[in-house]
């Protein structure tokens, strides 16, 4: 621990934050825009998409199960009911995740991830053989229909197709193929249910098993998550990234997940070596990972008035994506480093605190403020 804080939590969101946009990014510099999301591209390109597709999506998830297993435990330390309010903020969540998607971003992670929250929110507390059972029961039930879309694509009985064309010079049409097109743009949501269920379980576990810990039990199982995400992981994902794009699914759904526990492993060995002043780009991550929610928002609205026609319309190859993704990563470290310098919290955090805190202001007659922490 470190100032009440977990010193390689915030790292490993911030990492996790601009790692799902090292993922996006190549849709919003693409000139095709989703139309181009699985078009076959050369090697160097195919190199670079491989770098962060699936992983840090994955990673994402799996923070997001060690921050509702963290409040379940503040509940239990206060002796509250729950899941009780954390109903609520899963109920905020899908709302931002709505609004997020229909005026932003066509692949909102927030919506299905409030989804899943509520399920494993009254799984956290149960026994460890139900929380085992569930993940089981849901990566096998990934794992099948992974297997069964694969095979569809080797045989040609099945087709990831190109995505819909949509016209980017103008942001209103943007949003109305948002809506006219959910059906297909929020189908990966619901595909990737089973496997939130499990990373989010995995990362309560982890979390009470002191994976995140300065201990020789979290060194023990920090070594074994490297060992499989880069010995095992890594591997496989670079077979199946140039193995075509009959093996998409597996790369992105079943090895990048992999390599995201060898992430998380590996980052969080690093973070507890650093005894020294945090350097610009630790200082920076980690005020992206206290902003999470703001930088994730913000990176798609920036990234969008960049690339989009409606906005400066900078599209172009494999070198403009990874300049593009190198600038909106340094502003966001830049403001997120500015803002934490000034307020507790960032700004999407900010108005969701006072969300999140409202009904509970209306049931308290005649107190002015809440007493103690969100849940």
């Known amino acids: 621990m470190k100032a009440g804080r977990i010193a390689a939590l915030d790292v490993l969101r911030g990492v996790a934050i601009l790692g799902t946009f090292g993922t996006n990014v190549w849709i919003f510099t693409s000139p095709a825009g989703v139309a181009a999301i699985f078009a076959p591209g050369s090697a160097v390109e195919t190199g670079l998409r491989m770098l962060s597709n699936g992983k840090f999506l994955s990673l994402l998830s799996i923070m997001f199960g060690i921050g509702l297993a963290l409040q379940h435990a503040s509940a239990q330390r206060r002796g509250a009911r729950w899941p009780g309010w954390y109903l609520w903020r899963s109920a905020l969540l899908f709302v931002e995740g709505t609004l997020h998607y229909v005026l932003v971003f066509e692949f909102d992670v927030l919506m299905f991830y409030a989804l899943v929250s509520v399920l494993v929110a009254f799984l956290v507390g149960r026994g ?29 009985h099945a087709d990831l197709g190109t995505g819909k064309p949509v016209d980017t010079s103008s942001w209103p049409a943007q949003v109305l193929a948002r809506v006219e097109y959910a059906s297909t743009y929020r189908a990966e949501a619901v595909f990737v249910l089973p496997l939130s269920l499990v990373l989010f379980l995995a990362g309560a576990w982890l979390l009470r098993s002191g994976a995140l810990e300065n201990s020789a039990r979290g060194t023990a199982l920090r070594r074994r998550l490297m060992a499989w995400g880069f010995g095992v992981g890594v591997p496989l994902n670079v077979i199946t990234a140039y193995a075509g794009v009959e093996w998409a699914m597996v790369e992105r759904y079943v090895c990048a997940p992999i390599v995201a526990f060898g992430l998380l492993g590996g980052i969080t060995a690093l973070v507890l070596r650093m005894r020294d002043e945090a350097g610009p780009v630790r200082t920076g991550l980690t005020a992206i990972g206290r902003c999470a929610l703001s930088c994730y928002i913000l990176q798609n609205l920036v990234a969008s008035v960049l690339c989009y026609r409606w906005g400066l319309g900078l599209t172009g190859g494999p070198l403009w994506t990874v300049g593009c993704f190198l600038l909106v990563s340094a502003l966001m470290m830049a403001g997120a480093c500015w803002w934490i310098g000034r307020f507790p919290r960032g700004p999407v955090e900010t108005a969701w605190d006072w969300a999140y805190r409202l009904p509970r202001w209306s049931t308290r007659v005649g107190t002015a403020s809440p007493v103690g922490p969100a849940g």
Request: glycine content about 18%.
């Open 128 to 156: 460890a053989r139900v929380r085992r059972g569930w993940m089981i029961a849901a990566g096998t039930v990934h794992v099948l229909f992974v297997g069964f879309i694969t095979a569809g694509l080797l045989t040609g």
